[in-house]
Antibody
Framework: QVQLVESGGGVVQPGRSLRLSCAAS????????MHWVRQAPGKGLEWVAV????????YYADSVKGRFTISRDNSKNTLYLQMNSLRGEDTAVYYC???????????WGQGTLVTVSS | EIVLTQSPATLSLSPGERATLSCRAS??????LAWYQQKPGQAPRLLIY???NRATGIPARFSGSGSGTDFTLTISSLEPEDFAVYYC???????????FGPGTKVDIK
């Protein structure tokens, strides 16, 4: 079955960097666009970024543009999110998700918590 | 940028009652309108895609409707496991970015 497993979260100081990973299994990873979505504690869902199936096209939310980079390694079935210049408002659970059909997110990981604090 | 508004913020109902949740867009959206359910400590679960299609394994009591700027998620008869937060989400035509609404919490009356 489809499995998405995020890792790499933790506590990081403001201004520092962190890289999240999402290991995918149970489907043809290289065939699907993949997303990152985050959720601050007690808040709603915020879309972060998307990468096309081949890694060529990438789009970001304005709140992370220029600081975060989404990438993928189809040979390793892994999605990444490089987060630089982290701020307190980036504190959230970060989910990776698969866009099975255009415009919606069918499959989600369990999330990894990123806490930005001094 | 398209903004999604959901109403009401909270809906207090009893099991067996009908729930009607609204999602309104600041401008006309494409057919890419989805609904998700999220329970505490869990990842979101896709319920409805393309405004009115149930995702795999979603019970028939969940239905979606609407077009343009106004969309509705209806739960015909609430089961105990349906008490949760519900989010709508749209994808813009260009650039193809996603936006979530603020959510509606359905709680037990």
């Amino acid at each position: 079955q489809v499995q998405l497993v995020e890792s790499g979260g933790g506590v990081v100081q403001p201004g520092r960097s962190l890289r999240l990973s999402c290991a995918a299994s149970g489907f043809s990873f290289s065939s699907y666009a993949m997303h990152w979505v985050r959720q601050a504690p007690g808040k709603g869902l915020e879309w972060v970024a998307v990468i096309s199936h081949d890694g060529i096209n990438k789009y970001y939310a304005d709140s992370v543009k220029g600081r975060f980079t989404i990438s993928r390694d189809n040979s390793k079935n892994t999605l990444y999110l490089q987060m630089n210049s982290l701020r307190g408002e980036d504190t959230a659970v970060y989910y990776c998700a698969r866009e099975l059909r255009p415009g919606s997110l069918e499959d989600w990981g369990q999330g990894t918590l990123v806490t930005v604090s001094s | 940028e398209i903004v999604l508004t959901q109403s009401p913020a909270t809906l207090s109902l009893s099991p067996g009652e009908r729930a009607t949740l609204s999602c309104r867009a600041s401008q006309s959206v494409s057919s890419y309108l989805a609904w998700y359910q999220q329970k505490p400590g869990q990842a979101p679960r896709l319920l409805i895609y393309d405004a009115s299609n149930r995702a795999t394994g979603i019970p028939a009591r969940f239905s979606g409707s609407g077009s343009g700027t106004d969309f509705t998620l209806t739960i015909s008869s609430l089961e105990p496991e349906d008490f949760a937060v519900y989010y709508c989400q749209q994808r813009s035509n260009w650039p193809p970015v996603f936006t979530f609404g603020p959510g509606t919490k359905v709680d037990i009356k």
